[in-house]
């Protein structure tokens, strides 16, 4: 029951009505018997300052931000983390008595998806793709520890602006390839690929994937972070080629894991955020 004393938290972005975050907040406050609620707001670009501000009068407690806003935010927050302030966009806010405070938990979530299968820390990564979610990705996997990255795009001089930035904050040798025989080449040594590019996302199911099973060994794991469908063309690629794959849901339900723990504090039982996915999209396992 929502009482004068509920805590409220929310997503604010443009769309939000098909986000999987309500539902995986919700169903953790509600087994963890907390008094609170988390609830999606549809916010225009040109009323995110009102947003921001208003959220703060109304006594909200933390925000999720999510596509258009998450560079944008940061000129309404009072301090970043360290994730946040390199990558240069936020997707939690937790409000409180020092102020908005912007965190990115996306990069921290991919990481935590591979690492249920394989660490990171000392191996070689090729992400495709050199957009947002590749540079959240990207600046964590250097932060954990991964030794040799390499960023694969088809736009060639995109990745290298990635790199410039990455070289400059963490002093950290980076490589660029264009989507040519050259990635071919990288990928024949990498422990693990990460697609970022929204290739074979619905509704192009059928789109061909940038790289297919003979590009790949069974030694690689191979991580999609598009999660519709769950099961992409490059993961099926990676099972032809005896390749461990993980979907892209599992990055989605670790930045909310990790939201939550910003939060409330508490290290919230995975199962629980997982049980509410499976209930969202009907399925009997992810
Ligand atoms: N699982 C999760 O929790 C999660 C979180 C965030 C995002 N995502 C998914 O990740 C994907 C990327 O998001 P984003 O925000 O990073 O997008 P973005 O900033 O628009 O970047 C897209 C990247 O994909 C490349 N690309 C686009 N179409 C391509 C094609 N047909 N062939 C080859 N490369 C192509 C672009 O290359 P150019 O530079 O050449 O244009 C660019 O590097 C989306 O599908 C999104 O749904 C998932």
Redesign the pocket.
């Known amino acids: 029951m929502i009482t004068g004393k509920t805590n409220v938290f929310g997503i604010i972005g443009d769309p939000v009505e098909h986000s999987l975050s309500p539902g995986m907040h919700n169903a953790a406050f509600k087994e963890l018997g907390m008094d609170n609620i988390y609830v999606p707001f549809q916010v225009k670009a040109e009323h995110l300052e009102d947003a921001i501000l208003g959220a703060q009068s109304l006594g909200v407690k933390g925000f999720n931000v999510t596509i258009p806003h998450k560079t944008e935010v940061i000129n309404y927050l009072d301090y970043l983390d360290i994730a946040a302030g390199l990558i240069g966009a936020v997707n939690t806010i937790e409000f409180g008595k020092n102020g908005a405070v912007g965190h990115n938990t996306?990069g921290i979530?991919a990481v935590m998806a591979i690492e249920e299968v394989t660490p990171v820390k000392n191996k070689k990564v090729v992400i495709l793709?050199?957009?947002?979610?590749?540079r959240a990705i990207a600046f964590q996997l250097l932060l954990s520890g991964v030794d040799n990255l390499v960023i694969a795009?088809?736009?060639v001089e995109?990745a290298g602006e990635l790199k410039t930035d990455l070289v400059e904050k963490l002093d950290h040798e980076v490589r660029v390839s264009g989507?040519d025989e050259n990635l071919t080449q990288e990928l024949s040594d990498t422990a693990i690929l990460i697609n970022?590019?929204?290739?074979g996302?619905y509704p192009n199911v059928d789109e061909k994937p940038?790289v297919t099973a003979e590009m790949m060994h069974p030694d690689m794991v191979v991580n999609d972070?598009?999660?519709n469908p769950l099961k992409t063309g490059l993961l099926n690629e990676a099972d032809k080629a005896g390749a461990k794959s993980i979907s892209?849901i599992k990055?989605?339900m670790y930045?909310g894991v990790e939201a939550f723990k910003i939060w409330t504090g508490i290290e919230p039982p995975v199962e629980i955020f997982q049980r509410a996915l499976m209930n969202e999209l009907d399925l009997d396992e992810i």
């Open positions: 996306d979530g793709g050199a957009g947002g979610a590749s795009n088809r736009t995109k989507l970022t590019t929204p290739v996302m940038v972070i598009v999660y892209g990055m989605l930045q």
